[in-house]
């Protein structure tokens, strides 16, 4: 019952550590994911999760920059000279990203990073047997033996995996509890991370082992977003149909708790939904799984911040921008006009310029005494949104819920 928090919120608080030796060392990665990080550069300086031998910088699976794909990415931008730095002192080659690289790397970041668990353990104790949990699943020597055990399920320590096998069994799930007549239970609130960080406490695989930790890669994630069917109900941008609720930029904000209670809760209904269609639940493994996570996530819906055109308008003179851009040719001639720039319609495309052109950036304003701005998640989205609607008559304001 943990699978609808652990779907919005990859990573947890018991990741199997691997080996800092490479992908090949340890199964806690896949080859794949392994060459969408290293192929970019990344694993030059950084490890992910302890994985790789990269020792210039930190490990990108235990940051603490936060998890919005535009803290993970100002996060890049601030210490954009620091890096540099650690890139000339060690000889290696800045690597240049498209922005669908770009968009991977930052999305397969979050995937890794373990996100603060604010459940309330004890509390999630009592919620596990008033809930009717314990009625199905073994707990500390409860009775329940219709579904796994929480030993079993603590094994999955990476909670996407988790998130895959209770989403698997979720019909399974709903026919076991009306067929013992229990009624399935909702949550609100902060109870279901209460009844996670339950879980996550008291069960204890005999075993001693650990399923490996999985990592998503954006770009794979949006191909499964189709094939798997989540496109027949739900749309990210304009991938998808709309009939059910939208992700991404434009999508209602809600917390990660209040997301995942409202899954859960429309669970039965969703079900029959897809019943008087015909159209069975999709299968998914712990990598489609993380894939698919990904991709949300590089589609800007866990942001917590949202862009404001008008006030990225403002930053953009605030910040400095136009001592060496201009817009509509008013301002700096040092650097290119942002109206007339190819990869300024799109916020990726914005991210990714700044990151392949930091060196010009960095060399110009060290000849004319300037300092690169450091900018927060906020203004980063602000002055990229705004920049996007230069020309197309876009509005600048923040995007409304559909």
């Given amino acids: 019952m943990a699978f609808v928090l652990l779907l919005i919120v990859p990573g947890g608080s018991a990741w199997a550590q691997a080996p800092a030796s490479g992908p090949a060392a340890s199964a806690s990665v896949t080859p794949a994911n392994w060459d969408e990080f290293a192929k970019d550069g990344c694993a030059t300086c950084h490890r992910l999760q302890g994985i790789g031998d990269g020792a210039g910088g930190p490990d990108l699976g235990r940051l603490r920059s936060g998890t919005g794909f535009f803290e993970i990415a100002v996060a890049m931008w601030n210490h954009l000279p620091r890096m540099r730095l650690k890139a000339r002192e060690q000889g290696a080659e800045w690597p240049v990203l498209t922005p669908q690289e770009l968009s991977n790397v930052i999305a397969l970041v979050f995937t890794a990073q373990r996100p603060n668990n604010h459940g309330d353990a004890v509390v999630g104790e009592r919620l596990f047997v008033s809930k009717g949990c314990e009625q199905c699943h073994q707990a500390r020597g409860s009775n329940g033996r219709a579904g ?107 917390t990660v708790t209040e997301v995942a209670g409202r899954l859960w809760n429309h669970g039965p209904t969703l079900r029959a939904d897809l019943t008087t269609r015909g159209v069975p639940a999709p299968r998914l493994t712990g990598q489609e799984m993380a894939d698919i996570t990904a991709y949300l996530h590089a589609s800007f819906y866990f942001d917590r911040v949202q862009g404001d055109g008008r006030r990225g308008e403002r930053r953009v003179q605030d910040k400095g921008c136009l001592r060496c851009h201009s817009i509509y040719n008013k301002g700096g001639r040092l650097a290119p006009d942002f109206a007339t720039s190819n990869v300024i319609s799109s916020q990726v495309g914005q991210l990714s310029a700044m990151w392949n052109h930091g060196r010009q950036m960095e060399n110009l304003a060290k000849r004319k005494a300037l300092v690169l701005p450091r900018l927060t998640a906020q203004e980063l989205s602000d002055i990229t949104l705004y920049l996007a609607g230069l020309g197309t008559g876009a509005p600048v304001g923040p995007p409304r819920p559909r």
């Avoid at 929480?150 to 996407?160: A, D, F, G, N, T």
């Avoid at 709903?174 to 009624?183: F, K, N, Q, R, S």
């Avoid at 399935?184 to 001693?208: C, K, M, N, Q, W």
Wanted: proline fraction near 7%.
């Fill in 148 to 254: 796994p055990p929480l030993e079993e399920l603590k094994r999955s320590s990476s909670p996407v995996l988790l998130a895959a096998i209770m989403w698997n069994h979720a019909a399974r799930m709903a026919d076991a509890t009306g067929a013992a007549g229990l009624e399935g239970a909702t949550f609100s609130g902060t109870e279901l991370p209460d009844i996670v960080a339950y879980i996550l406490a008291a069960g204890r695989d005999p075993r001693g082992e650990a399923a490996p930790t999985v990592f998503g890669v954006a770009e794979r994630g949006t191909q499964l977003f189709g094939e798997k069917g989540c496109a027949r109900c739900h749309n990210v941008g304009a991938n998808g149909s709309g009939r059910g609720p939208s992700f991404g930029p434009r999508a209602s904000r809600a």
